[in-house]
């Protein structure tokens, strides 16, 4: 049952709301047992029977899943239902390695349309709003999350996808879009093309919702500036189901969860205690609603706080700062998760040693650059013959096929790269995007 017009559920009382989650979670922990063989064999091998969860206060008692643990079961390991039922699957950004494959019922779909039109309510959208929808379509979430929040809410929506700025900037102007939703980094790039062309004036943008990658409150202000809007931050993962997890409102103070799907905890990395309201700790999200893909207990390795404090808007609903760091050394850059694992995978498959760097940089137009130095081998510095020029190309060649975008590759002589005593320094983030 579709529920984004019963407003009730975002301004429900904190004792509906736990009453709706301790209903659901009993439900939802039986199911997973009786379909899931995986969830089954986990809770065994912790001793946990489906009745000793007869609250949500129970939850801290079932086992945590992480990542791995959905490459492990990769593809089908962690599906609740029969393929018959399932109607789509979208994947996370990303290479083939590390691929999680999220599956999703027409009953899923049509929850999280209503998550995502929920996000794009509390940007000021109704039915009246033209919603442009730049993020990718396909295998992301972003497209389609947004596009089909829009279509709930009943505003007529231009499924642009990313790329080819002329277009997107025409179609802006022509058709009058009022809500924008794409990354910030695109948004920015945006901005700069609009601007360029002198069309500024002729945009009747008054929103956007941005996500999918952390951004700065300096970076806010620049694209509300350049192109005169509200600029709001959306939150979620494809594992969970994708954007629409939380969402800011007016009052852009944290982004409220969809706690009646989602239940969240914050938990401390190292140990996995349960960490009090209002301390900093990773997200762990607990799918109240999902059939197809119901992950229990996820942990997400994004750092943050959740907040219970009372909002201007009316919403009750738990808010979550943004994300504060990640607890793995993932990167998102230029929209593509990356890990330093798959650069090193690279550079040892074509003979290099594993002494690198990463230098991420973003230049005042918020574009991302990646810069990768690599440490000849001594044997390749003493080599006159080793082809320095060709050796970079098939670097820069190697990554793009690992990672999906253009890095710049530096071979530097050996030895040159500080060494750490301790844990290895392989990421020089420069563009300060972890705040807090
Ligand atoms: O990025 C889903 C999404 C699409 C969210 C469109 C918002 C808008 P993934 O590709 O699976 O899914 O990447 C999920 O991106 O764990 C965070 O680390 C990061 N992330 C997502 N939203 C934000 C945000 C989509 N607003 C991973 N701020 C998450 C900071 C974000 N990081």
């Not at 599906?79 to 018959?84: D, Y």
């Not at 999280?112 to 295998?139: F, K, M, P, Q, S």
């Not at 952390?214 to 931050?233: F, N, V």
Request: charged share 25%; net charge negative.
């Amino acid at each position: 049952m579709s529920n984004y017009f019963q407003r009730e559920i975002e301004t429900a009382s904190r004792d509906e709301i736990v009453s709706l989650q301790n209903e659901r979670i009993v439900k939802q922990v039986q199911y997973v047992y009786d379909n899931v063989p995986y969830y089954r064999n986990r809770m065994e091998h912790k001793g946990v029977r489906p009745e000793d969860i007869k609250s949500i206060e129970d939850i801290h008692k079932l086992p945590f899943l992480t990542k791995d643990d959905l490459r492990e079961a990769y593809p089908y390991g962690l599906l609740a239902r029969p393929l018959e039922d399932c109607v789509r699957i979208h994947s996370t950004s990303g290479t083939t390695g590390r691929r999680v494959v999220a599956f999703y019922t027409q009953n899923d779909l049509d929850l999280w349309a209503d998550c995502c039109a929920r996000a794009i309510v509390a940007a000021g959208g109704t039915r009246e709003d033209v919603v442009h929808v730049c993020y990718g379509y396909g295998l992301f979430t972003g497209g389609s999350g947004l596009d089909a929040g829009s279509h709930r809410l009943g505003s007529l929506t231009l499924p642009m996808s990313s790329g080819n700025t002329d277009r997107q900037i025409q179609f802006m102007t022509d058709l009058g879009s009022t809500i924008l939703c794409c990354t910030p980094s695109y948004a920015a790039y945006l901005a700069e093309g609009i601007l360029e062309r002198g069309v500024r004036d002729q945009l009747k943008l008054k929103a956007g919702i941005f996500g999918a990658e952390a951004w700065t409150e300096e970076m806010r202000h620049d694209i509300e500036e350049s192109l005169g809007i509200k600029a709001y931050d959306i939150y979620g993962l494809t594992e969970i189901s994708g954007p629409g997890v939380s969402f800011e409102c007016e009052e852009q103070t944290g982004m409220h969860i969809n706690e009646d799907h989602f239940f969240a905890e914050v938990i401390d990395p190292d140990t996995g205690e349960v960490l009090p309201e209002g301390e900093k700790g990773e997200l762990v999200f607990t799918c109240l609603t999902k059939e197809a893909f119901p992950l229990i207990r996820y942990r997400t390795r994004d750092i943050c706080i959740l907040s219970r404090k009372k909002c201007s808007c009316g919403r009750t609903h738990v808010k979550m700062t943004k994300p504060l760091g990640r607890s793995d050394d993932m990167m998102i850059v230029k929209g593509v998760n990356v890990f330093p694992s798959q650069i090193e995978t690279v550079l040892i498959n074509q003979g290099f040693q594993a002494n690198y760097q990463i230098i991420v940089t973003r230049d005042k137009a918020h574009h991302d650059n990646i810069e990768v130095q690599v440490e000849l081998t001594p044997f390749m510095a003493a080599d006159e013959t080793f082809d320095r020029a060709q050796a970079t190309k098939k670097l820069v060649s190697g990554l793009k096929g690992m990672l999906g975008i253009l890095a710049d590759v530096k071979l530097v002589e050996p030895k040159t790269i500080e060494r750490s005593e301790g844990k290895a320094v392989r990421v020089i983030d420069k563009r300060g995007l972890y705040k807090g």
